[in-house]
């Protein structure tokens, strides 16, 4: 049995390219700029990655202020090596503890950290599916248990986000309702991966001009402003299918970013 077509069986690659020749290099390229390395290029690497992906996980670290002009590891950067998270995620805990919601942030990274665990998501006002889970956390760490998803699933979720809380300096509180609170450190953290919805459709375009969709099982149903937390790319579609977002009015959008 082959779980591949015969067209996929002519055209795949004899041998499967290394891991830094198709992925994300930011967390690789802040641990060498730990190391002293600024010059990401000129690195002595095994396999050396295309110029896009590192041109891409440079911009990333810069995005989050994690180097400086010169290409150099930044206050903000050392910091982020204190957590066990990408360093977009990283970010999005230390803005959280720089505002005092660190207990927040621990959770809004371990959803985005982790395997999702919701196993069928029913229709809420939330319009923000880290909120939602957010909120079935709540319930697993309260009751044992929470509609829609295993406990079992989102207790590993739960234990990261005790573990990423004992890493912040300012936990502050976490009570319920959320929504705004997830929102804007979503936004002040994650700005490149806003999206505006064209018209009512599903579809969006995202900073930058690439094209998007949301899921159907996305909460976001009328936002007309979502971020895009999570996205598949499949196979003859030109789209990204955005399947974790967070959606926002123009209002709210204004009033977090101002100009």
């Known amino acids: 049995l082959r779980l591949w077509t015969p067209h996929e069986e ?23 700029a ?17 110029m896009r992906l590192l041109e891409m996980g440079v911009r990333i670290l810069k995005s989050v202020g994690a180097l400086d002009e010169r290409g150099r590891l930044s206050e903000a950067g050392r910091r982020l090596m204190r957590y066990p998270l990408p360093p977009r995620l990283g970010h999005t805990l230390a803005q959280a503890d720089l505002h005092g919601q660190g207990r927040l942030g621990a959770g809004v990274s371990a959803i985005l950290n ?18 939602y889970r957010l909120g079935m956390l709540q319930e697993v760490a309260q009751s044992g248990r929470t509609s829609g998803a295993h406990a079992g699933s989102a207790r590993p979720v739960l234990e990261g ?14 009570t319920e309702p959320f929504d705004d609170d997830v929102r804007r450190l979503l936004l002040l953290s994650q700005t490149d991966r806003l999206c505006r919805r064209r018209g009512t459709s599903e579809r969006g375009v995202m900073v930058g001009g690439r094209g998007v969709r949301l899921s159907p099982d996305t909460q976001v149903r009328e936002s007309g402003f979502f971020l895009s937390l999570k996205g598949i790319d499949l196979p003859g579609q030109s789209e990204t299918t955005v399947s974790l977002a967070c959606g926002m009015s123009k209002e709210f959008l204004l009033s977090v970013l101002g100009d």
Do not use: I, K, N
């Open 34 to 50: 730990q190391l002293g390395v600024s010059d990401f290029s000129q690195f002595a690497w095994f396999d050396r990655p295309p």
């Open 114 to 131: 982790e395997r999702d665990f919701v196993e069928r998501a029913a229709t809420t006002q939330h319009e923000c599916d880290v909120s």
């Open 161 to 174: 986000a005790r573990q990423l809380e004992g890493l912040v300096d300012h936990p502050g509180h976490l």
């Open 10 to 32: 002519v055209t795949q690659a004899e041998q499967m390219s290394p891991e830094c020749m198709r992925v994300d290099l930011s967390s690789a390229l802040l641990q060498l």
